[in-house]
């Protein structure tokens, strides 16, 4: 069973920062196209950042230059590094993983992500 669990969300100053970690386990995590995605009250879930199987990533424009995505495929562990944070960057933010490998190479992501894990909060004040 596939499972995702998100962690290290919390409330930060504008100009803060924070790494997001989400621990996968019961699929060949390395070998899928990984991202994180985020939801901010009252608006749709969107794109933040993916990797694929081969390590390359790609931005949403929102958070280019500010945010890193990465892994670490000996510990199943996919990070989120958030720089410079803004007060527009408050939401929940959620990992995902995508079997398809699609989710890695298309302009909008989100419907080839099938796993999804809880959300952790980030909060940013002004």
């Known amino acids: 069973q596939v499972q995702l669990v998100e962690s290290g969300g919390g409330s930060v100053q504008a100009g803060g920062s924070l790494r997001l970690s989400c621990a996968v386990s019961?699929?060949?995590?390395?070998?899928?196209?990984m991202g994180w995605f985020r939801q901010a009250p009252g608006k749709t879930r969107e794109w933040v950042a993916t990797i694929g199987s081969d390590g390359s990533s790609r931005y949403a424009d929102s958070v280019k230059g500010r945010f890193t995505i990465s892994k670490d495929n000996a510990q199943n562990t996919l990070y989120l590094q958030m720089n410079s944070l803004k007060p527009e960057d408050t939401a929940m933010y959620y990992c995902?993983?995508?079997?398809?490998?699609?989710?890695?190479?298309?302009?909008?992501?989100?419907?080839?992500?099938?796993?999804w894990g809880q959300g952790t909060q980030v909060t940013v004040s002004s």
């Open positions: 995902a993983a995508d079997r398809s490998l699609l989710g890695c190479k298309v302009v909008s992501p989100l419907p080839y992500f099938g796993y």
């Open positions: 019961g699929y060949p995590y390395s070998s899928y196209c």
